[in-house]
Structures are given as C-alpha cells and as structure tokens.
C-alpha cells in the first residue's frame, strides 16, 4: 500500500467517524421519544452499516468504538459510556457475524444490530442496578430496536449501494 493509499483510506476513515459524531450529536438533540423511555433512533448506525459494507469489519467496529469513545467523552457521562460501549460492542460484533454468512441484507443485519445493542444496554443495567428485573423492559426495547434497525438498514443500504458504485475511488 503506497502512501497515497494510506493517506486516502486515513481520510476516510476519519470521514466515517466524523459523521458518526456528528449523527450522535443530533441524535442527542432529539428529544426521548415519550412512549418508549430510552429508545434512541440509532442515526450512528447509518454509518457503522455503510463502513462494514464499504471498508470492511474491522474498519467499521474501529470507527464505532472511536466514535463511542469520543461522543462520550464530549457529551456523556462515565455511566452513558458503558451502555454505549456494551450496545456498540456487542451490536457491532453481531452485524459482523451476520454479514459474514451472507444470508442477511443491510437491512437484516442492521436491524439485528439494533435488537443487540438493545441487549447489551439492558445486561448493564441490570449489572448496575444489581437486579434483574429490569429484563421486563427488553421486548418493548427489541419492538423500538427492529423498527429503526430496518429503517436505519434501508438507508444504509441505500447509501451502500450509492458507495459501491465508486468503492475503488475511496481506497
């Protein structure tokens, strides 16, 4: 890989995890949805499902970590990032498994990522709460979590498909 080729994929890298940022600060922008307490849209996944798509599994779960990390740093809390790092984490790692088989679309995988990162909120909140009762609350979570995945899919696939298109362009 020639340094052009560094620079060019360092870039877009930087690109992906930018608008992942900037996703994630819109997001928090948007206020709760009122009957679902805690039901996020998941813009940032637009991102993470075009970067598995369009520069590869360890790519995207890179640029979802920097971005979780960073988002937590500018506009969390020590509590908010422990649930984005085991919804991100276990999320990302599951849409990479999912892609690897090729029986799911972007929209299948997304909206997997979406039930996952709902899976891992709850395991620490129920690991911080020291109870598990709160488990009652994951199949209302799983509902919101499959219909943004699909949607938030949709548009990633959408995107995908836009990239695809000039891929060799990028890298």
């Given amino acids: 890989m020639n340094n052009s080729t560094k620079t060019s994929k360092i870039t877009l890298y930087g690109i992906f995890a930018a ?20 039901m996020k849209l998941g813009l940032t996944n637009i ?28 506009f969390g809390t020590v509590m908010s990032l422990w649930f984005s790092l085991a919804g991100g984490i276990l999320s ?10 090729n029986k799911f679309s972007p929209v299948g995988v997304s909206a997997a990522g979406g039930i996952t990162h709902n899976i891992g909120q709850i395991i620490v909140a129920m690991l911080m709460l020291n109870t598990g ?23 990633g696939g959408i995107v995908y498909k836009r990239l695809s298109h000039n891929h060799d362009e990028f890298l």
């Fill in 19 to 38: 608008l992942a940022m900037i996703l994630s600060y819109v997001e928090l922008q948007i206020p709760a949805f009122f009957a679902v307490p805690g």
């Fill in 133 to 155: 009762f709160i488990i009652w609350y994951l199949p209302i979570l799983w509902i919101t979590g499959v219909v943004s995945g699909v949607l938030i899919g949709i548009i």
């Fill in 47 to 74: 991102v993470v499902v075009v970067a598995l798509y369009v520069l590869g599994e360890k790519s995207a779960f890179f640029i979802n970590l920097i971005r979780i990390l960073v988002v937590s740093l500018l």
């Fill in 92 to 101: 990302t790692l599951i849409m990479i498994l999912l892609k690897r088989c």
